[in-house]
């Protein structure tokens, strides 16, 4: 998977399912808290479905604002935490 392709999944999840699939303008480093995109639930949604859909898990300290409310701060936060994960050997592995 690709950091475009993280970005892509993104930004359709966020325009399917909060705004409807409307012809609406989504920038890219535009707040969805501030525009009304998405309010406190649907941020737990979306982060529901980052979890699910990139397997990851976000720790306490990841769940702050500035990570999930623009589309370009979700990307980096998944897109991290991807990385992150392909870095750590899996069980079969062992690090040395």
Same mark, same amino acid.
């Given at each position: ?27 890219? #480093?535009?707040?969805?808290?501030? #525009? %009304?995109?998405?309010?406190? #639930? %649907? ?8 979890? @699910? ?18 589309? @370009? %701060? ?6 991290? @935490? ?7 050997? %899996? ?6």
């Amino acid at each position: 998977m690709t950091r475009e392709e993280v970005h892509q999944e993104v930004r359709q999840f966020i325009l399917k399912n909060f705004l409807f699939d409307q012809q609406v303008p989504l920038e890219d #480093t535009r707040s969805l808290l501030d #525009t %009304g995109v998405v309010d406190s #639930t %649907g941020i737990l949604e979306l982060i529901g479905y980052l979890e @699910k859909q990139y397997q990851i898990r976000f720790g306490d300290e990841e769940l702050v604002a500035t990570n999930f409310d623009t589309v @370009k %701060g979700i990307e980096s936060i998944v897109w991290q @935490k991807l990385r992150e994960r392909a870095a750590v050997p %899996g069980p079969s592995e062992s690090r040395l």
